[in-house]
């Protein structure tokens, strides 16, 4: 063999602009912002109080990759659970308040890793905050202030007629600074809304008035297609700028389908180590296998693997021998049979319908090479 190296290649990847400079905070063992990389977070849909229920979700967005998690507090049963969820869970946890001030000192008491804020919802927060940043400070727990197009301030929806971008920052600096009037500044920012340009307006704005830390999102996204397209542009425009440290896919689907889109959006921007990546041509008159077919099979059979291994699985002889020679591993497929290519080598012909099983076969044997887990059957 030619001795290729596997998996990503020994020079950093290239990115298309360079990360804006932000001060840092640290979400319990999480960094976000400086020099750290991009994080990924999700929100848990359990009833919170319900401690068993949370603490498996989280486990299950822990496994697919989540950093940091988010539960709602909506309830004195649900701030009662906090002490225990946060001790149990493997990642930090935030504490997502509205309305109640009373449920931030509980959640800073119980430990929480950060807390969530929403001043549009919280009518009596203003004259609660530097009972806020004092409890907040002491116990070294940052705050998100996070803005939301759909609960915007009264007065400020009444300035700016709608919740404009320029509304959303002018929320987000507001409520930053009557935290620093007491000397708190271990705050992350977020300005979210539904449509994604004027989610990018606003976060450009933002980045243009403040070094804090931005958490990106677009808010209700969606069902998981339409949500997923919403983040994927909005979030690709931002990082593509710089813009971004810590991200949170909204989709109308279950949490752990949110860990999976925002790592592949980081991913495909070379913000995160590529993991399992497939690369398959799309439909076209010059197939001669169903490539449909052949991708999903070895996508589902590799699904978990932890491995930078890249994996092509080409149905034409016009493309397929250069990509599948660039990739870890891949076929280059036509006239019913497959060429298969390890470290840019044919190793050997196959029939077609052997295609996939030997993509798995080899695709396992690489992954043991080279000292990784592989998904279990």
């Not at 196959?350 to 887990?373: C, F, K, N, W, Y």
């Amino acid at each position: 063999m030619s001795g290729m190296a596997l998996g990503m290649p020994a020079v950093p990847p290239p990115r298309l602009a360079a990360r804006r400079r932000t001060r840092q905070v640290r979400v319990g063992g999480v960094p976000v912002g400086g020099d750290a990389p991009v994080s990924v977070q999700s929100m848990t849909t359990t009833l919170t109080a319900d401690v068993d229920a949370t603490l498996r979700q989280i486990a299950e967005l822990t496994a697919a990759g989540c950093q940091i998690v988010r539960v709602a507090v909506p309830s004195q049963d649900d701030a009662d659970a906090l002490p225990d969820i946060a001790r149990r869970s493997q990642i930090p946890v935030i504490a997502d308040i509205h309305f109640q001030p009373k449920y931030v000192f509980a959640a800073i008491d119980a430990g929480c890793a950060a807390v969530r804020v929403n001043p549009g919802n919280i009518k009596k927060f203003d004259d609660k905050v530097g009972e806020i940043a004092r409890a907040a400070m002491d116990a070294g727990v940052p705050i998100r202030i996070g803005v939301n197009a759909g609960s915007l301030d009264r007065r400020l929806l009444d300035k700016h007629g709608k919740a404009t971008a320029e509304a959303l920052v002018e929320s987000a600096l507001w409520e930053c600074s009557l935290f620093e009037e007491h000397g708190f500044g271990d705050i992350k920012i977020s300005v979210k809304h539904h449509d994604p340009v004027v989610m990018v307006q606003a976060y450009r704005l933002l980045a243009g008035r403040c070094d804090y830390p931005l958490h990106l999102g677009v808010t209700e996204a969606g069902p998981r297609f339409q949500g997923t397209i919403k983040s994927a542009t909005a979030f690709g425009a931002l990082l593509s700028e710089g813009i971004g440290d810590t991200i949170r896919v909204s989709l109308s689907a279950p949490p752990v389908e949110e860990v999976k889109v925002g790592l592949q959006i980081l991913e495909s921007l070379n913000l995160r180590e590529r993991g399992l990546e497939i690369v398959s041509c799309p439909s076209c008159g010059r197939a001669q296998v169903n490539v449909y077919k052949m991708a999903e099979e070895v996508s589902a059979a590799l699904e978990g693997m932890d491995v930078p291994l890249r994996v092509a699985v080409m149905g034409c002889v016009v493309n397929g021998p250069g990509e599948a020679r660039e990739a870890d591993l891949g076929v280059a497929s036509g006239n019913g049979k497959g060429q298969i290519f390890v470290q840019g080598e044919i190793v050997r012909t196959v029939p077609e319908s052997q295609i996939p099983e030997t993509l798995i076969d080899e695709a396992l044997r690489l992954a043991a090479r080279m000292g990784h887990a592989v998904p279990e059957a």
